[in-house]
């Protein structure tokens, strides 16, 4: 530990340009994956707003339990089946996955096809089951 501070003492600029650096990529990522909300304002949307909930995990990950009426669009296929969600292009959409980091690509896909009002779960599935909020499980 002393090393370390003896080091960021002698190359201060060098310290203030990694942590510059590492700002601005966490800042950029946060950018691409695009607005995210909380489960409370996701509920909120669902409830008020007619939002549609789109579950962008794997078939297996689905059947484990999913958000009630979300339609299922595995990542790998929402490119082509993007035209199965044109009629909802005016509602709010929100797009789930398990942890909130695959929803990232898929909100830029839906945005990129004309969806205005796209934005991803925070925490995903993980954080909705977390908060003990309901969910669907396959017989």
Known sequence: MEQ?????????MLIAAWVLTLA????????KAG??????????LI????????DVRTKKEWDTGHITASKHIPLADLQRRVS????????????VCNIGQTAGSATKMLKAAGFE?????Q???????????PIVKKA
Do not use: C, Y
């Not at 601005?24 to 950018?31: A, D, G, P, T, V």
């Not at 409830?47 to 789109?54: M, P, Y």
């Open 4 to 12: 370390f501070i003896e080091f960021a003492t002698n190359h201060f």
């Open 24 to 31: 601005l990529l966490l800042w950029n990522e946060s950018q």
């Open 35 to 44: 607005k995210s909300v909380s489960p409370a304002i996701a509920t909120q």
């Open 47 to 54: 409830n008020k707003q007619d939002a549609v909930i789109v």
């Open 84 to 95: 199965e969600l044109e009629k909802f292009k005016a509602r709010p959409v929100v797009v």
């Open 117 to 121: 009002n796209v934005m991803r779960l």
């Open 123 to 133: 925490g995903g599935i993980t954080e909705w089951k977390g908060q003990n909020l």
